[in-house]
């Protein structure tokens, strides 16, 4: 069974700038799930979607980073613009249903210079 | 708030030696519970979770936790380290009744001694 894919796996951006990250989440998984890891600390959920609906995303900035789920099944994430302090990982999980295990992508290297 | 608090950023054993990785959690209603590792430059992989049913949880890789709810606490052990342990260790827990929006502490970088 292919894992959650996630692109770029590395990303370099001037501050100002807009980027976008992309996820694949495994098959048939209605759940997904993005989260920010900032170097030194733990993962921060930013958003989930259930299906193609959100279901929480009381942690997004919600003036700079945008995200969607078309049709249900891959997803973006946007940054618009870019701060310093966005400099992370971005990581992409999924799971059957929001009661089952998550599954993590690799993640997405983000550094703001 | 719900929080989790991982006693210690780094843990060093030899090769060979007791593995024991702390993690507490806060909360008034026990959560689920749950142990991921990370290698570099990959995502996080499951080690084992807790959610209700035996205290004592086996996962993978010979990894074992205990949920201590007089304790709020479930600390992450492995008999024997080996090498390719190394990694850094995230304690997380769920809100309720529900797998979903997990919240992870800050994370433990193990390092295995030759």
């Known amino acids: 069974e292919a894992g959650v894919a996630q692109s770029p796996r590395y990303k370099i951006i001037e501050k100002r700038q807009s980027v976008a990250f992309w996820c694949n989440p495994i098959s048939g998984h209605a759940t997904l799930y993005w989260y920010q890891q900032i170097l030194g600390q733990g993962p921060k959920l930013l958003i989930q979607f259930q299906n193609n609906g959100v279901v929480d995303d009381s942690q997004l900035p919600k003036d700079r980073f945008s995200a969607e789920r078309l049709k249900g099944v891959d997803s973006t994430l946007k940054i618009q613009p870019a701060k310093l302090e966005d400099s992370a990982v971005y990581l992409c999980?999924?799971?059957?249903?929001?009661?089952?295990?998550?599954?993590f992508g690799p993640g997405t290297r983000l550094t703001v210079l | 708030a719900q929080s989790v608090t991982q006693l210690g950023s780094h843990v060093s054993v030899s090769e060979g030696a007791l593995v024991l990785l702390r993690c507490n959690y806060s909360s008034s209603v026990p959560p689920y519970l749950f142990w991921y590792v990370q290698y570099p430059n990959q995502g996080l992989q499951l080690l084992l979770k807790y959610t209700s049913a035996a205290t004592l949880v086996k996962g993978i890789n010979g990894f074992e936790a205990e949920f201590k709810k007089s304790e709020t606490s479930f600390h992450l052990t492995k008999p024997s380290a080996h090498m390719s342990d190394a990694a850094e260790y995230f304690c997380a827990r769920s809100g309720g009744t529900s797998y979903g929006k997990l919240t992870f502490g800050q994370g433990t970088i193990l390092t295995v001694h030759p």
């Open positions: 999980a999924s799971s059957l249903r929001e009661s089952d295990t998550q599954y």
